[in-house]
């Protein structure tokens, strides 16, 4: 996650030697008073008397090559402007994880269902870029890296980011996740792809901190971005961000979940049309008012500072409903449809989010504030992290300092958001 690019005061100075889960079971062993196995139990050193523990480190340093695959479809109308599709891949001998393959899978799917359509000489309005990254497995470094040496490009360019990061990991639960700015967009693909529409799940599209390639472009870009996976319920309901660090003790191959492939062909069908929506739409199709409304939902509690953030966000929500109201968006008559007006309205359009990128995050929770830590926490994660703190330590300042992040974040995005009324005003009076 370019950690070793910067200076982190939150990372150990001391080694850090991992072990393997046999090893662990020896030393460390579970409470035997543990009655109820579905809850996360800290481990416990045993008892009796003191261990001394003896390695015989052996580890050698080697380099890697690690390399991306990337392919694009240049955009007929915005070449300039890029739809990331992102899925990763493994070169690295004895790793056998399911997830790449099933990334692979449903990426060269979407591939092989664009390309007649492209020999008949079809064409997005904006360029899709298809990316497989690699060094997944070692945080991140691929997409870290190619995003790193572009980043003055794709600040300006990049549309969104759609991933494809482990789309089956399981098979009871349809786990959508979107940027607010993109819940509608995820939410009626959801609507439209459902056959049988009586038998339609309620949307449960949200905005969580997902695993993967798209944490680049959601921390450092503030990009938009969304997902669609299977996944076990259980597993749906864990902080995903940490399971990346925790190895099952048996994983199910990707044939025992999907053996139809059925599954991955859904996450297909829902990824194309959120792509295809994107790319082609002559008007980006995000939702500022929904921004606002996320930023509402976050600020609960009692806390003292809460209420002005909620004087401020419901100023945002004002402004919001004016951006998305149908005087600001260009005519449905394609004759006029001023490209102009188009162009300025999709650019703001594509930098609703970046106002809540914060400069620095507590350790686990990403730098845009949009995202919550799991589907069971509903305020800001950098305001609970806050009073966790406070509650340990009896201190007012991380409090105090989260507030003032966030109130920051609230009112840039409302400069940004009122910038982008005044120059449709200025625009419409020019015109008359």
């Given at each position: 996650?370019?950690?070793?690019?910067?200076?982190?005061p939150?990372?150990?100075?001391?080694?850090?030697?991992?072990?393997?889960?046999?090893?662990?079971?020896?030393?460390?062993?579970?409470?035997?008073?543990?009655?109820?196995?579905?809850?996360?139990?800290?481990?416990?050193?045993?008892?009796?008397?003191k261990?001394?523990?003896?390695?015989?480190?052996?580890?050698?340093t080697?380099?890697r090559t690690i390399s991306?695959?990337?392919?694009?479809?240049?955009?007929?109308?915005?070449?300039?402007?890029?739809?990331?599709?992102g899925?990763?891949?493994?070169?690295?001998?004895?790793?056998?994880?399911?997830g790449w393959?099933?990334?692979?899978a449903?990426?060269?799917?979407l591939l092989?269902?664009?390309?007649?359509?492209?020999?008949?000489?079809?064409?997005?309005?904006?360029t899709?870029?298809?990316c497989?990254w690699?060094?997944?497995?070692?945080?991140?470094?691929?997409?870290?890296e190619?995003?790193?040496?572009?980043?003055?490009?794709?600040?300006?360019?990049a549309?969104?980011?759609?991933?494809?990061h482990?789309?089956?990991?399981?098979n009871?639960t349809?786990?959508?996740?979107?940027s607010?700015?993109l819940?509608?967009?995820?939410?009626?693909?959801?609507?439209?792809?459902?056959?049988?529409?009586?038998?339609?799940?309620?949307?449960?599209?949200s905005?969580?901190?997902?695993?993967g390639?798209?944490?680049?472009?959601?921390?450092?870009?503030?990009?938009?971005?969304?997902?669609?996976?299977?996944?076990?319920?259980?597993?749906?309901?864990?902080?995903?961000?940490?399971?990346?660090?925790?190895?099952?003790?048996?994983?199910?191959?990707?044939?025992e979940?999907?053996?139809?492939?059925?599954?991955?062909?859904?996450?297909?069908?829902?990824?194309?049309?959120?792509?295809?929506?994107?790319?082609?739409?002559?008007?980006?199709?995000?939702?500022?008012?929904?921004?606002?409304?996320?930023?509402?939902?976050?600020?609960?509690?009692?806390?003292?500072?809460?209420?002005?953030?909620l004087?401020v966000?419901?100023?945002l929500?004002?402004?919001?409903?004016?951006?998305?109201?149908?005087?600001?968006?260009?005519?449905?008559?394609?004759?006029e449809?001023?490209?102009?007006?188009?162009?300025?309205?999709?650019?703001?359009?594509?930098?609703?989010?970046?106002?809540?990128?914060?400069h620095?995050?507590?350790?686990g929770?990403?730098?845009n504030?949009?995202?919550?830590?799991?589907?069971?926490?509903?305020?800001?994660s950098?305001?609970?992290?806050?009073?966790?703190?406070?509650?340990?330590?009896?201190?007012?300042?991380?409090?105090?300092?989260?507030?003032?992040?966030?109130l920051?974040?609230?009112?840039s995005?409302?400069?940004?958001?009122?910038?982008?009324?005044?120059?449709?005003?200025?625009?419409?009076?020019?015109?008359?």
């Amino acid at each position: 996650d370019g950690s070793y690019r910067q200076n982190r005061p939150n990372l150990t100075t001391l080694l850090v030697q991992p072990i393997s889960a046999v090893l662990a079971r020896k030393l460390v062993s579970l409470p035997e008073d543990t009655a109820q196995k579905d809850r996360c139990t800290p481990l416990q050193v045993p008892a009796a008397g003191k261990t001394t523990i003896s390695l015989n480190i052996q580890s050698v340093t080697t380099y890697r090559t690690i390399s991306n695959v990337i392919g694009y479809l240049k955009g007929a109308v915005f070449p300039d402007r890029y739809v990331i599709i992102g899925s990763h891949h493994s070169s690295l001998k004895g790793y056998g994880g399911q997830g790449w393959a099933s990334s692979t899978a449903v990426i060269t799917a979407l591939l092989q269902a664009l390309m007649p359509k492209v020999r008949r000489g079809w064409r997005p309005d904006r360029t899709l870029l298809f990316c497989s990254w690699g060094g997944t497995a070692l945080g991140n470094v691929g997409s870290y890296e190619w995003a790193e040496d572009l980043r003055s490009v794709l600040q300006r360019n990049a549309v969104a980011y759609v991933s494809l990061h482990n789309p089956v990991t399981g098979n009871s639960t349809l786990h959508p996740i979107a940027s607010p700015s993109l819940q509608q967009l995820a939410a009626e693909s959801q609507s439209f792809n459902c056959v049988e529409k009586a038998r339609c799940p309620v949307s449960n599209v949200s905005s969580v901190q997902i695993q993967g390639d798209s944490d680049y472009f959601i921390n450092h870009l503030g990009v938009p971005a969304t997902q669609f996976s299977y996944e076990d319920i259980k597993a749906s309901e864990n902080s995903s961000f940490l399971s990346e660090a925790l190895y099952p003790v048996h994983a199910t191959k990707t044939e025992e979940l999907d053996p139809s492939f059925s599954l991955h062909e859904t996450i297909a069908k829902l990824t194309g049309q959120v792509i295809l929506q994107i790319a082609s739409d002559p008007v980006l199709p995000f939702n500022a008012l929904d921004i606002a409304l996320e930023v509402q939902n976050s600020l609960k509690g009692e806390e003292a500072g809460v209420a002005q953030l909620l004087a401020v966000a419901a100023r945002l929500r004002d402004t919001a409903e004016l951006l998305q109201s149908d005087e600001m968006r260009p005519a449905n008559d394609p004759e006029e449809r001023a490209p102009v007006r188009v162009r300025m309205l999709n650019d703001v359009l594509q930098g609703l989010e970046k106002s809540f990128l914060l400069h620095r995050a507590p350790p686990g929770l990403y730098r845009n504030i949009l995202y919550r830590l799991d589907d069971r926490t509903s305020q800001f994660s950098v305001l609970l992290e806050a009073l966790e703190h406070y509650k340990l330590h009896q201190s007012n300042e991380t409090v105090q300092a989260a507030l003032s992040e966030v109130l920051n974040s609230i009112n840039s995005a409302q400069v940004y958001f009122k910038a982008g009324l005044d120059v449709f005003e200025t625009t419409l009076a020019g015109k008359k």
